[in-house]
């Protein structure tokens, strides 16, 4: 199973680009990269997934480079709504997939 | 569509009891899972099911069952509550559980979750 590793917090204000990134040095070649957002008392939602290079939704980008070792899910213009924590994901199935702690985004105005 | 329910919301049990956490989903998935959350930290995937009849371990299973007899229900059961299985439980379902050149996406689905108090 790919272990991976976020910062635990980040600090940001309404209107900048948030950048996150994961590391995922022993990344197989099967396995995907996803990234999730949590509200406070509520399940986890599907924000973005990638394999490689670049992939972008209404939501976010996902950065991923060549080896793979890392991904960097960038949200445009966050908001306060964007508080949250955001969690990367790496595996080839939904079963071996692990989510870690997580980052605490906390977006001020 | 509803999409995943789970009941109940919250619940306090005593220590030694049982209960049944219930899950149903209407999106016709046939991957579904169980999670539980304690506080601060990530989720851990407690059993999962790729279809009726058909269960598998996750990371944490002790202390806990499951059941898949039909694709939308995947109850999960305590038999002898603990205060360790204090925590909050989620249910989750997907299409399917790996991705292909035809499925971009394999996003799972969460329920609202069911916050559990063993004292």
């Known amino acids: 199973l790919a272990k991976t590793t976020q910062p635990i917090s980040m600090d940001s204000y309404e209107g900048q680009e948030v950048n996150i990134t994961c590391s995922h040095n022993?990344?197989?070649?099967?396995?995907?990269i996803t990234w999730y957002q949590q509200f406070p008392s509520q399940g986890p939602r599907f924000i973005i997934q990638?394999?490689?290079t670049k992939v972008t939704n209404e939501v976010a980008s996902l950065f991923i480079p060549a080896d793979r070792k890392s991904s960097t899910l960038s949200l445009p213009r966050v908001s306060l709504s964007d508080t949250a924590v955001y969690y990367c994901?790496?595996?080839?199935?939904?079963?071996?997939?692990?989510f870690g702690a997580g980052t605490r985004l906390t977006v001020k105005p | 569509n509803a999409g995943v329910t789970q009941t109940p919301k919250f619940r306090i049990l005593k220590i030694g009891q049982s209960m049944t956490l219930q899950c149903t989903q209407d999106?016709?998935?046939?991957?579904m899972y169980w999670y539980r959350q304690d506080p601060g930290m990530g989720l851990k995937l407690i059993y999962y099911?790729?279809?009726?009849?058909?269960?598998d371990k996750g990371e944490v299973p002790n202390g806990y069952n499951v059941s898949r007899s039909t694709t939308e229900d995947f109850p999960l059961r305590l038999e002898l509550a603990a205060p360790s299985q204090t925590s909050v439980y989620f249910c989750?379902?997907?299409?399917?559980?790996?991705?292909?050149?035809?499925?971009?996406?394999?996003?799972?689905?969460f329920g609202p979750g069911t916050r559990l108090t063993v004292t």
């Open positions: 989750a379902s997907s299409y399917s559980t790996v991705a292909g050149p035809d499925l971009d996406i394999y996003e799972q689905y």
């Open positions: 022993n990344i197989a070649t099967n396995d995907y």
């Open positions: 990638g394999y490689k």
């Open positions: 994901l790496v595996g080839a199935g939904n079963n071996d997939m692990r």
């Open positions: 999106m016709n998935h046939n991957y």
């Open positions: 099911s790729v279809g009726a009849g058909i269960t």
